[in-house]
């Protein structure tokens, strides 16, 4: 099992940003693909962004306010959350899966094998 650890989350007010991380520390040299989503209580897990191959997928909901990005050197997955809003507020999950993923299948929640506690954002207006 490959442990993920998300950290970073926290409270800002509409308009402001957040930095969440997640550590994916017993990761192999096998290539894999890395994404974040997202998900209040009572509703389903949705897909937020990922990034395979140095591709960077998002959703419609978030595309233009947020940039995932990877950190190799590290084993770190980012995600700078801009010009957030109310309905940004949830739960936070990292998620990765061996190997690539392309468009699609990046979006889907079931392709990931490994998967963070996840880390609250809450957005206040």
């Known amino acids: 099992q490959v442990p993920l650890i998300e950290s970073g989350g926290g409270s800002v007010q509409a308009g402001g940003s957040l930095r969440i991380s997640c550590g994916t520390s017993?990761?192999?040299?096998?290539?894999?693909?890395l994404a974040w989503f997202r998900q209040d209580p009572g509703k389903d897990r949705e897909f937020v962004a990922a990034?395979?191959?140095?591709?960077?997928y998002y959703s419609n909901a978030v595309k233009g306010r947020f940039t995932i990005s990877k950190d190799n050197t590290r084993n770190t997955v980012l995600l700078q959350l801009d010009s957030l809003k109310p309905e940004d507020t949830a739960t936070y999950y990292c998620?990765?899966?061996?190997?690539?993923?392309?468009?699609?299948?990046?979006?889907?929640?079931?392709?990931?094998?490994?998967w963070g506690q996840g880390t609250q954002v809450t957005v206040s207006s």
């Open positions: 998620a990765a899966v061996d190997g690539y993923c392309v468009a699609v299948s990046c979006r889907d929640r079931r392709l990931y094998r490994y």
């Open positions: 017993g990761r192999t040299s096998r290539p894999y693909s």
């Open positions: 990034i395979s191959r140095n591709i960077s």
